[in-house]
């Protein structure tokens, strides 16, 4: 049986609607924090990390709960209705609040509950494309719902671009119109959601079997991951070799580092531009853009590629067009046109890390506790995401903001570094039979 191409786009709705939110978070948050309350870059970049640090405890919390939920709308539709309703208030009352005073501690406080509000719901909506999709269709699947992700980042982008309107005072700028739009935006696509998906419903037929089928009256066979080869017994005890274990242990290593290095620009190019460049409204959102659209554009390419030259090397490219591009910028003293090409080019790069570097993950692991080695992949990019706001924080306010892409360069040599020490989980993917398949990144 067919993928339900129709279906899996509305699922991805709730992932639209998530996305478009961080998008906002990752790039607004700071300047308000910045030139609003007046905060130094190491308190900012501390508390940018609250969310990252929330969701090493909440995103497998409230994941697991949702799965012992049992309501009469699903067991995810509730955590995403309930949470996109509360966290939709709080967005609201957070740039309200910011509008119209300049009481830090309420801003914060505010902040904390609404990140609270938004980890209660995203591991539940990140799991209910493999709850309604039966397993040998996981993977396009996985592939729309990212599609659909970056569809509300640059949702939030465009926005931001037409909306965002700096005043003379970076401080003064209004973001009430802004916000208007990400809020209708998030309560938008979940009520579609909730209308369009019975949860409950679909749920029990892919429980019972009805689509796991081939078509000619077979199950449809599961592919055995690395460590399946290694020992095939049956037992769920997890087996790993040194020598595999080794390679796992740089590959995450290096998931660490490259991400310490990419979110470090994506977290701190919106003031930036403003220090450094002396851009105003909004003016880094096209650069950000450009990253975004040239990453999906090459998904494709890059998948056909990988197929051909191996996982591993693609990955070492896209570390090595990143590195390049993130010197070239340190070089650049004022904005220059060309700097969207460097960020296409960076979009390419992290489009060739993505594509390649969870599927190495799981390829080492056993395809029985695949969750687990998912959870190892997420939380070593979160661990990145805690580190590198503060540490490159510190760095751009006590040393210089010119300090951002040599830290960036740095990193992602020591990425490429590491990536070269692994040795496993490299198997050349199968032949796509739908393009979608060579979209398929993480969450």
């Known amino acids: 049986m067919k993928l339900n191409y129709k279906r899996t786009f509305l699922i991805g709705l709730a992932f639209m ?60 539709m509730p955590f995403i209705i309930a949470g996109t309703a509360v966290s939709s208030v709080l967005l609201f009352t957070l740039i309200y609040v910011a509008h119209i005073g300049d009481n830090l501690a309420l801003f914060i406080a505010i902040l904390l509950f609404l990140l609270i509000s938004m980890g209660t719901y995203r591991s539940p909506a990140v799991a209910l494309m493999p709850e309604l999709t039966p397993a040998v269709h996981r993977s396009k699947a996985n592939a729309i719902i990212n599609l659909m992700g970056t569809l509300g980042a640059v949702y939030t982008l465009v926005m931001i671009k037409l909306l965002l309107k700096s005043a003379e005072n970076e401080a003064d700028t209004n973001y009430i119109p802004l916000m208007l739009s990400l809020v209708l935006f998030m309560i938008m696509t979940v009520v579609i959601l909730f209308i369009t998906i019975p949860e409950k419903k679909l749920m029990t037929k892919v429980r019972e079997g009805v689509e796991d089928f081939d078509g000619e009256g077979g199950l449809i066979g599961k592919e055995l991951s690395e460590a399946d080869e290694i020992k095939k017994d049956g037992s769920a005890k997890e087996m790993l070799t040194k020598e595999v274990r080794r390679s796992m242990t740089f590959l995450l290593l290096s998931v660490f580092l490259w991400f310490t290095a990419y979110n470090a620009v994506t977290t701190a190019f919106s ?5 450094v460049w002396d851009l105003h409204n909004g003016a880094y959102a096209d650069c950000l853009m450009v990253a975004t ?50 960020f296409a080019i960076i979009g390419i790069g992290w489009a060739a890390i993505n594509v390649n570097s969870f599927p190495m993950v799981v390829e080492m692991g056993r395809s029985s506790v695949l969750g687990k080695y998912t959870g190892l992949y997420y939380s070593f990019s979160m661990a990145a995401q805690v580190f590198t706001p503060i540490f490159s924080g510190f760095l751009l306010e006590h040393v210089s903001y010119r300090t951002l892409f040599p830290y960036a360069g740095v990193f992602s040599s020591l990425a490429f570094i590491t990536m070269l020490m692994v040795k496993h989980g490299d198997t050349k993917p199968l032949k796509k039979k739908s393009i979608l398949e060579n979209f398929d990144v993480e969450d």
């Open 17 to 76: 609607s998530i996305c478009s939110f961080w998008q906002f978070y990752d790039n607004e948050i700071p300047k308000i924090l910045t030139y609003h309350y007046g905060l130094g870059e190491t308190y900012t970049g501390v508390i940018m990390a609250l969310d990252n640090v929330l969701s090493l405890f909440m995103l497998p919390f409230f994941g697991s709960l949702s799965d012992k939920v049992n309501t009469k709308i699903g067991k995810r």
């Open 271 to 275: 003031r930036y531009v403003t220090e």
């Open 293 to 342: 659209v040239t990453a999906v554009l090459a998904y494709l390419p890059i998948g056909t590629m990988s197929a051909k030259i191996g996982r591993k090397r693609m990955i070492l490219i896209g570390v090595a067009l990143m590195f390049i591009c993130y010197l070239a910028a340190a070089l650049m003293t004022t904005f220059n046109p060309i700097m969207n090409i460097y």
